[in-house]
């Protein structure tokens, strides 16, 4: 029987493994094959915690790595879908003879001589103030001027 002085090796004994297992500890001293496995298991020494061990903070970080990158293939999933929606509802339009392009170029420009229009529009309201700013001074002068010859 191996010597049990080590800390590691008497973790590993049958009658520390027997309530683990949930069997007797006669159990395993009755089955040689078991008992044996156990102490070729004792008999290897422990890996090192500190150079085979991964630390709690590092465990930490790549779950918050592996959190944000879901979340970034979450987004583009999202966003990956939406163009796929639009470029599907595009084409059953196209499929359909509503050529929903045509249809959009056209109210485009439409939109461009409304614009013009509303332009043009302005810029004369904006010379008729103007002219009527000019009327005003030359109405205030000529009555200013009547007022004085009068007095």
């Keep these: 029987m191996p010597s049990t002085d080590s800390a590691p ?10 309530p683990g297992a949930g069997v007797d500890r006669s159990f395993l001293y009755r089955h040689h094959d078991l008992r044996s496995q156990i102490f070729a298991l004792a008999a290897e020494p422990e890996p090192h915690r500190a150079s085979t061990g991964i630390s ?6 790549d779950l918050a790595n592996l959190r944000e990158h879901n979340e970034r293939l979450r987004h583009q999933n ?16 196209h499929d359909a003879g509503l050529t ?4 959009t170029s056209t109210l485009r420009k439409r939109v461009a001589e409304l614009e013009q229009h509303l332009l043009d529009h302005r810029q004369d309201l904006q010379d008729r103030d103007d002219e ?4 005003r001074a030359a109405n205030r002068d000529l009555i ?6 009068t007095r």
């Design 100 to 103: 929903r392009t045509d249809e």
């Design 56 to 61: 709690h903070r590092s465990l930490l970080a």
């Design 78 to 93: 999202t966003k990956l879908t939406e163009r796929l929606s639009e470029i599907l509802g595009e084409q059953v339009f």
């Design 132 to 135: 009527l700013a000019a009327a």
């Design 9 to 18: 090796a008497a973790k590993r004994s049958p009658s520390r493994r027997s």
């Design 144 to 149: 200013t001027t009547l007022n004085g010859r």
